[in-house]
């Protein structure tokens, strides 16, 4: 299971964490991606790593202003979101998949578990 905490509702410019605590595996053994939904609109990868090489790729809208950090102690990804923008409202998801093939791609069907979804409002 994957559980999400954090998120809320943040300045234009300011800054929120999200947290992914994975229960029932151990972290290191997962590939964790970061994704986001607005109404009316598919789901978008904002964050993925490739199973087979460790490569990382964020999404345009977000690159240079989140980034994702982990805490094998505690089971526990994170995502820093700096800089926030209006653009950046949407409930946010962290997904794992424990396949040893996935690319960066951030394509949803590679993805078995998914967190429960945190909102997140910038807004002044």
């Known amino acids: 299971q994957l559980a999400q905490s954090g998120g809320g509702l943040a300045q234009p410019g300011g800054s929120l964490r999200l947290s992914c605590t994975v229960s029932g595996f151990s972290l290191p053994y997962l590939n964790i991606g970061w994704f986001r939904q607005v109404p009316g609109k598919g789901r978008e990868g904002i964050q993925c790593t490739s199973s087979l090489d460790g490569n990382t790729v964020y999404a345009d809208s977000v690159k240079g202003r989140f980034t994702v950090s982990k805490d094998n102690a505690r089971n526990t990804m994170y995502l820093q979101m700096n800089q926030l923008k209006p653009d950046d409202t949407a409930l946010y998801y962290c997904?794992?998949?424990?396949?040893?093939?996935?690319?960066?791609?951030?394509?949803?069907?590679?993805?078995?578990?998914w967190g429960q979804g945190t909102q997140v409002i910038v807004s002044s």
């Open positions: 997904a794992a998949t424990a396949k040893p093939n996935v690319d960066e791609t951030c394509w949803t069907y590679e993805y078995e578990y």
